[in-house]
């Protein structure tokens, strides 16, 4: 009996955090970390997300 990968599927959340805020958590530059990173925004999961939750949605994306 063969065994595989069949199919694949792909989530991204839909809530966003800019570098701006992740930089001031940090006590860091975050304009600066964006530009070097060469992103505006990064998602993230909501507040009833977790990873069961985003991989069962991947799962139905195939």
Known sequence: MKSGIVSY???IPRY???PK???TVW???G???GRG???RA???PGPDEDVITISV???RAC
């Open 31 to 33: 304009e600066a970390m």
């Open 42 to 44: 990064k998602s993230v």
């Open 21 to 23: 805020d992740i930089g």
């Open 9 to 11: 599927g792909g989530y």
């Open 27 to 29: 006590g860091a530059d």
């Open 16 to 18: 966003r955090i800019r």
């Open 37 to 39: 990173l060469n992103i």
């Open 57 to 59: 949605e991947a799962a």
